[in-house]
């Protein structure tokens, strides 16, 4: 059986779950970066920031449902949802303490590598956890990485069309591309984790088959 890179590659974005988790992710996320996300009514900041943390736990369970549709079973729809919510609090929690950083260069790092790392951690874990087979640390060493990979090359891609973007136009484009970030840190992080399911599905299923 051919095991080049290349191949590896091709295959693990044939998996089900990837294409379910990149699409599921990415949806979510894009429209937890959506302009009326970002809209807050209120100058009220516990009221901005629980609006804040509402909108991510949605766009958990997106992802989560994605991934429990590509189960194929149907309860797994709501416990995967459920589960990825879980994961999500474990950001939000992280994310009050952020407040707390006087650096402003230690405050940026977390914003736009940190906090993806911890929200794939958490997301990977409690996905991991409620495995027939508990799968933790592989989920959420799938999803660490693969969101603040997502966010990497957001930060290139933004840093590439930065001087590109006329200063008339610069504030409508950056809401829009901060939902492209949305898209592209969901997409690769849910694909991540996606594939890292399948692949322990796939490995539950060929032991089955051994005993």
Excluded at 72 to 94: D, E, F, P, W
Excluded at 156 to 179: C, D, G, K
Aim: aromatic share 12%; glycine share 12%.
């Amino acid at each position: 059986m051919e095991t080049s890179p290349l191949h590896i590659f091709f295959r693990i974005l044939s998996y089900r779950y990837t294409l379910y988790g990149a699409v599921g992710f990415g949806v979510g996320l894009a429209l937890f970066m959506s302009p009326w996300s970002l809209a807050f009514p209120t100058d009220n900041v516990f009221v901005e920031r629980a609006t804040r943390a509402m909108s991510l736990l949605i766009a958990c369970g997106i992802g989560g449902v994605a991934l429990g549709y590509a189960t194929h079973i149907r309860q797994n729809v709501k416990t995967y949802a459920l589960a990825s919510m879980l994961g999500g609090c474990g950001s939000i929690a992280a994310s009050f303490f952020s407040s707390t950083f006087t650096d402003q260069y230690l405050f940026l790092a977390f914003i736009d590598f940190l906090q993806p790392a911890l929200l794939g951690l958490s997301i990977g874990a409690a996905l991991g956890a409620i495995q027939r087979k508990p799968a933790v640390w592989q989920l959420a060493i799938a999803g660490a990485a693969g969101f603040p990979i997502g966010a990497w090359l957001f930060m290139f891609y933004m840093h590439q069309l930065r001087e590109s973007i006329p200063v008339t136009e610069a504030a409508s484009s950056i809401v829009w591309l901060n939902m492209l970030g949305g898209v592209i840190v969901g997409a690769i992080g849910g694909g991540c984790l996606g594939a890292a399911l399948n692949m322990h599905h796939d490995e539950q299923k060929l032991m089955g088959h051994q005993l």
